[in-house]
């Protein structure tokens, strides 16, 4: 589909006003980010997809507009504009891929890290052993839920609805428990920053 005949500086002026411009704009950018959601998302869900594409443009459309002034100028304003809606979309996606799974399973069975080789097998099976009970024994149960949850892969947003709280609140609870899985590795005379390091975004 061939993008409406705008500058990038004239999407850009069009979206950051509130009258008839902007209106249009983004009904102009509304089949611009549908077809690269439709592509996006068509061939991951199963059933659904129109209803879910229709959703995510509306929020792409607010995405795009509330952070145009982070443009840099770098490709096609519509280019970059269809990156934030499939970023937006993937995001939905993962969210989704963990919609139905209880909280109480990843608990019941934390996680392991991978294998790196068959000479640390022991070891890391020791060092998996001693996290494991780690977090059973020195965590708050809101913490190791937390942490157990992001371990086994499951996106901060998610974690954060499962838990009835936001973002911000779920960083500090992680770090909380890593800083108590950190003084009891320490007390251990054990160095655990290889092991509790998966709570980036």
């Given amino acids: 589909m061939p993008s409406p005949d705008r500058t990038n500086d004239e999407w850009l002026a069009d979206l950051a006003g509130d009258g008839p ?28 997809a129109d209803a879910l594409v229709d959703d995510l443009v509306q929020d792409a459309l607010l995405q795009v507009r509330d952070r145009a002034d982070q443009f840099r100028g770098d ?19 993962r969210r989704k891929r963990w919609e139905d799974v209880p909280l109480d399973v990843l608990v019941a069975d934390p996680p392991q890290a991978p294998e790196p080789g068959a ?37 901060m947003d998610e974690v954060a609805r499962r ?23 320490e007390d251990r005379g054990l160095g655990p920053d290889d092991l509790l390091d998966p709570t980036d975004p």
């Fill in 75 to 93: 490709a096609r304003f519509t280019t970059w504009a269809q990156r934030v809606a499939v970023n937006l979309a993937f995001s939905e996606l």
């Fill in 119 to 155: 000479d640390a097998v022991m070891e890391q099976a020791q060092a998996v052993g001693l996290v494991r009970q780690l977090i059973r024994d020195e965590l708050t149960e809101r913490q190791s839920t937390a942490l157990q949850a992001v371990l086994a892969g499951m996106p």
């Fill in 21 to 48: 411009e902007l209106t249009a704009a983004l009904e102009d950018l509304r089949p611009v980010l549908h077809q690269a959601l439709r592509v996006t998302v068509g061939p991951r869900v199963d059933r659904g």
């Fill in 163 to 185: 838990l009835d709280t936001n973002r911000n609140a779920l960083y500090k609870l992680l770090h909380d428990a890593r800083l108590r899985l950190r003084r009891a590795f």
